[in-house]
């Protein structure tokens, strides 16, 4: 009886190992020599060799990541267009003064859609004043539509220059293919309407531009796609090269800067003409409040080998969708270093669903309420102002008790375009009834609008003893924005400290 039991035990293994095609594959063959014997075993001790070593590497990296500091998570907030895309770019020059280096060729293209962009809006604007399309809109409660001239007030002269600019729509399809990854519509720009195009309602100093059909959009690109590097010759020679221009194809027979060049001219006398103002200024079109302006340096940016500075790509406008990550170290004094986590999340209102899963173990929110939108309204909600929006946001967010012991930082962001606004004569009080009689001039209204969101976060943090941290900013001023947040880094990583009893 045990002599079967051992002989079916037997039976078994030898049918499992056939079964086993891995041990079957692996398994030396039978004609093995004794010298290819111990040259088989020589390479699978080598193997198992560098795999032990390998393991031990990673649990090495484990160790030193368990003792070392965590990374500071930091996340950017605030409706569309409040600064957030450009307080990270101000974030990575401030780790490395050369982070736009070799991102110059994709920036260079970002700029001249912007510069397509804002003649393109002209453009539009014409035609509606020239058509004398009356197409009635909505009324809403932050500013009623006003009468475009007549027809008759559109000159010959300007008609030829709407002709003449034609081309720049080519430029816009060169640039929005170059934007698209290819073999990826998922991540498609968004296109311009066709000059020709439905008439869409403007709100001063937006520039999100929507048309009755929608049609007529903001270009926006997904933050997941590769469209940086999308431009330029991209070759090993030029990514070593310090000439920044080095990433740029000037030959490319399909360079849209040979348009754009073509086209200044007849570009800045569109933007200078006397009519084309007036009629702005009817529609309550302010396009040099706008994000993405450059039609105050046409020559420059329509040259053949232009290149564009950090401060050009710090004022560059692309609208992105998703979830932009930055990565970086940043020092404290002279021996501390951290890593950083800088996240910056769409602020379009469909998408502020997706801000609450960046909610945990964050270090920090950085808050951008661009303040000199007091007389203008939510492109995607006509009925609604955007500083009664941005406010709205920031009391939402300091009375979330999954940020209760999250540092809150406010930018009162782009305080350039609120002084120019004031020197236009517009009224802040018209606007914002609460702020009554008071002196329409700049200082007191930052200061009023400081103790309304400071009084929004003291309601809810009553006791607390973090300190509340507010800046008036533009963030497109690089050498301002960089000191303040040298200070924001430094509050940051002592809060940092204090938290883990470090300090």
Not at 276 to 286: C, D, H, I, P, S
Not at 436 to 456: E, M, Q, V
Request: charged share 25%.
């Amino acid at each position: 009886m045990l002599h079967m039991f051992r002989h079916r035990r037997f039976t078994v293994d030898i049918l499992d190992k056939d079964a086993d095609p891995l041990a079957k594959a692996i398994e030396p063959p039978p004609t093995e020599t004794p010298e290819e014997r111990a040259s088989r075993l020589a390479r699978e001790a080598e193997a198992q060799r560098r795999s032990d070593a390998i393991d031990e590497e990673i649990n090495r990296q484990k160790q030193e990541m368990k003792k070392a500091p965590k990374p500071v998570r930091v996340l950017l907030l605030g409706q569309s267009e409040s600064g957030k895309s450009t307080t990270l770019k101000n974030f990575q020059l401030m780790n490395s003064p050369k982070a736009f280096r070799h991102e110059r060729a994709s920036w260079r293209a970002v700029v001249q859609l912007n510069i397509v962009r804002s003649v393109r809006l002209i453009l539009e604007t014409l035609t509606e004043a020239y058509e004398g399309s009356s197409t009635p809109t909505p009324s809403s409660p932050i500013e009623a539509r006003v009468p475009s001239p007549t027809p008759t007030a559109i000159t010959a002269e300007l008609l030829r220059l709407r002709m003449r600019l034609l081309p720049l729509q080519q430029v816009e399809e060169v640039l929005l293919r170059k934007l698209t990854p290819a073999g990826s519509a998922e991540f498609e720009a968004t296109h311009l309407s066709p000059i020709n195009g439905t008439p869409y309602r403007t709100f001063r100093g937006s520039s999100t531009q929507i048309s009755g059909n929608g049609k007529f959009k903001e270009i926006t690109i997904n933050s997941t796609a590769q469209w940086k590097i999308a431009f330029g010759k991209l070759v090993a020679a030029a990514r070593d090269s310090f000439d920044s221009a080095a990433d740029i194809d000037f030959e490319d027979p399909n360079d849209p800067g040979v348009v754009l060049n073509a086209c200044a001219d007849d570009i800045v006398r569109l933007w200078h003409d006397k009519t084309v103002r007036q009629l702005l200024e009817a529609q309550r079109l302010r396009l040099e409040d706008m994000s993405g302006f450059f039609l105050d340096s046409v020559e420059r940016i329509t040259a053949l080998r232009y290149v564009p500075t950090d401060d050009d790509i710090l004022r560059a406008r692309l609208k992105t969708v998703g979830v932009s990550e930055h990565k970086f170290t940043l020092r404290a004094g002279n021996v501390l270093s951290h890593d950083w986590r800088v996240f910056d999340v769409g602020g379009a209102r469909s998408l502020r669903a997706a801000w609450a899963p960046y909610f945990d173990d964050l270090d920090a929110i950085i808050f951008l309420a661009p303040i000199s939108g007091f007389d203008e309204a939510l492109a995607e909600d006509p009925t609604i102002n955007k500083l009664e929006d941005s406010i709205l946001l920031w009391k939402h967010l300091v009375s979330n008790p999954l940020l209760k012991n999250t540092q809150m930082v406010l930018f009162l962001n782009k305080i350039d375009i609120l002084k120019a606004k004031l020197r236009a004569r517009i009224r802040f009080c018209d606007f914002v009834v609460s702020y009554g009689t008071r002196p329409n001039d700049y200082d007191s209204i930052a200061n009023y609008l400081k103790k309304k969101f400071g009084s929004l976060y003291k309601q809810t943090h009553q006791g607390d003893a973090r300190v509340f941290y507010c800046h008036c900013t533009v963030m497109t001023d690089a050498q301002t924005t960089q000191s303040i947040l040298i200070n924001v880094k430094d509050m940051v990583l002592r809060q940092n400290l204090v938290a883990s009893s470090l300090v």
